[in-house]
């Protein structure tokens, strides 16, 4: 695990807003073609190496989880999606930073391609998400352990989402 005064020194501004709280998060896992769509984001490992995850983020005060899903995957991927059932409980705790994080089925119409959005929490220069990418089982298996959310580890085919999982460090 790593501790708050081994987290990359370029980090510490970036992951400021989020460190020594509890946040509880809401990720969506969208499946395409056997692929699922993760977010790359910079500060949480070392020379700029991206931390890949579904893409999601804080639940905000007076939204239900599903609203809040809907926003956060529009920001980030610029989709429209629909919230299907409930997979996951994780809880994250890596230095300085920890959540409840809960991850539903998301479902987006068309074939309508991803663009890279934002975080409105943070400036155009000084943004945490990197990078959007498909990832096949496969490939995920084949990516250091520390590149990869928790949730996502032990994924040996697309089916493997769908098992409901409770994680708690």
Sequence with gaps: MTTPSSLPDSSDALLQAYSG???VRVGGLLLRDGAMLLAGHR???PEHTPFWSPPGGGWQFGESLKEALVREFQEETGL???VGRFLH???FSQGPLQ???LFFEVLADGDKTPQLGHDPEHGSDAQLLTAL???TPRQLQQLPPAQLHPVLRQVLSPDDIFVPQL???
């Design 21 to 23: 709280r509890v946040r």
């Design 43 to 45: 500060g949480l490992l």
């Design 80 to 82: 429209a999606v629909r």
């Design 89 to 91: 409980l994780h809880e």
């Design 99 to 101: 959540a409840l994080e």
């Design 133 to 135: 990418q498909w990832f």
């Design 167 to 169: 994680l708690f460090s």
